[in-house]
């Protein structure tokens, strides 16, 4: 079966760094998403790996390895607003989007 | 950037009602709409794809019937629950997708959500 697993809930402490990770094991592999979700609200849109390796878009970096079947959300100098769920999700062989059940990330002064 | 609009925000309505949640991509055509439920403290639960003009595909275990979906355009999609019961009611979300490239990637489609639609049938 197609299986994604990350963290149920992670705490870190505002301006530190954290990272979420996410493994999967899907039939078929054609690019994995990280989404963003506060509470009461819809998904919204932070990165999508293809290929292996780092991607940087300002406090936020996703990384992928496609042999191991991981990927992380690297979170830099956390704030309060991060305090959020944060999803992963593949897009498998039938371009499918197969998600996580989410993390949950709780940000302390 | 894309967005996404849902229409009702929130909606509350008697058991036995019928209810249509809009969905609407504003600023470009959207190829495929999915439809997603999601209740408390749980992960989004894919319902239906809609392509515009054609049927909706649903999901193993959701009823076409009691979830109709017409996607009248490839800028708009509605959902309609039917007959709505207390155990329909959820957060009901809409994303929308166009084509995406990634970095020295095959292309593939980002989905964009729509702020969602939170039912509570009485």
């Known amino acids: 079966g197609q299986n994604i697993d990350q963290p149920t809930e992670m705490t870190a402490t505002e301006g530190a760094i954290v990272q979420i990770n996410c493994t999967y094991q899907?039939?078929?592999?054609?690019?994995l998403f990280w989404y963003q979700q506060h509470a009461g609200e819809a998904p919204t849109f932070l990165s999508y790996?293809?290929l292996d390796g780092l991607e940087e878009k300002g406090r936020f970096s996703s990384f992928l390895s496609r042999s191991k079947g991981y990927s992380y959300l690297l979170l830099k100098e956390l704030q309060m607003k991060d305090s959020a769920s944060y999803l992963c999700?593949?897009?498998?062989?039938?371009?499918?989007?197969?998600w996580g059940a989410g993390t949950k990330l709780i940000i302390k002064p | 950037g894309a967005v996404v609009s849902q229409h009702p925000s929130w909606v509350i309505c008697k058991s036995g009602t019928s209810v249509k949640i809009e969905c609407r991509s504003l600023?470009?055509?959207?190829?495929?709409m999915f439809w997603y439920r999601q209740f408390p403290k749980q992960s989004l639960m894919l319902m239906a794809t809609?392509?515009?003009?054609?049927?909706?595909?649903?999901e193993q275990g959701v009823e076409k019937d009691k979830f109709l979906i017409n996607h009248a355009s490839l800028t708009l999609s509605t959902l309609t629950v039917t007959s709505a019961h207390p155990e329909d009611s959820s957060f009901y979300i809409c994303?929308?997708?166009?084509?995406?490239?990634?970095?020295?990637?095959?292309?593939?489609?980002?989905?964009?959500f729509g702020p969602g639609t939170r039912l509570t049938v009485l």
């Open positions: 809609s392509n515009e003009g054609s049927k909706a595909t649903y």
């Open positions: 994303s929308a997708t166009f084509p995406f490239s990634g970095r020295e990637g095959p292309s593939t489609d980002t989905q964009y």
């Open positions: 600023d470009f055509q959207a190829t495929t």
């Open positions: 899907t039939s078929g592999f054609n690019g």
């Open positions: 999700a593949v897009l498998d062989s039938n371009y499918q989007l197969i």
């Open positions: 790996n293809v």
